[in-house]
Structure formats: C-alpha cells, structure tokens
C-alpha cells in the first residue's frame, strides 16, 4: 500500500523560509519522478515544482523560480521543497505527489491529481503580509 504524507507547513511572515518534507513509502521511491502542486482557494491548481525519477534540471512553476528549491533524498524515500522568500501569494494547500509511471522519460510536471499516480494529503502553508 502506497502512502504518501507531507510534514512542514505552517504560518510565516513574508520573507520568510519554511522546508517541506514528503516521505513516500511502498513504492521503489527512486523509480519515480516526484512534484509539488498546489491549491488556494479560488485559485487554479497549479504545479509548483517537480524532478524526474533521474535527476537533472528540475521543474519549478514561474511564480516560484528562484524562491523554491526542490531535492530528494533516495535513501530516505524523501522529497524536499525549500521555500525562501516567502510571499503572501505562495499561502495554498501544497501537495506532494508521485508521477504515473516509473522510469518516465521526458520532463518532469505534476500540476494535479491527473499527472499523478499517488498524492498526500497536503500541508497547509500560510503566508501573512
């Protein structure tokens, strides 16, 4: 059984930082391209960030280029999602989800459950101006 849950939201100011953790466990976490996406209310679902399966050259979602950084550890069956610079527009529900299928080729983007094959709960970042 596959169980995806994300830890690390919470209330900061804008400017600040928070790190987000998500372990994902029950699947050959390596094998698997991995993402952000997020949801505000009244806003459109939008991917944030993603890395492929193989590494390289991530994904991030314009409003967040420079401000995000996204990692994974292989070993810990664990994907980060560092936020630097933290604005009050970056406040949403974040998500972390698993690509459909393993070993996929081409970039990596994860905007919503349809990109996904398995996804958490979400965190609740709240960003205050």
């Known amino acids: 059984q596959v169980q995806v849950v994300e830890s690390g939201g919470g209330l900061v100011q804008a400017g600040g930082s928070l790190r987000l953790s998500c372990t994902a466990s029950g699947l050959s976490f390596e094998h698997y391209g991995m993402g952000w996406f997020r949801q505000a209310p009244g806003k459109e679902r939008e991917g944030v960030s993603c890395i492929k399966w193989s590494g390289g050259v991530p994904y991030y979602a314009d409003s967040v280029k420079g401000r995000f950084t996204i990692s994974r550890d292989n070993a810990r069956n664990t994907l980060y999602l560092q936020m630097d610079s933290l604005k009050p527009e970056d406040t949403a529900m974040y998500y972390c989800?698993?690509?459909?299928?393993?070993?996929?080729?081409?970039?990596?983007?994860?905007?919503?459950?349809?990109?996904?094959?398995?996804w958490g709960q979400g965190t609740q970042i709240t960003v205050s101006s």
């Open positions: 989800a698993v690509e459909k299928r393993a070993f996929r080729s081409g970039g990596c983007y994860i905007a919503g459950p349809a990109d996904s094959a398995y």
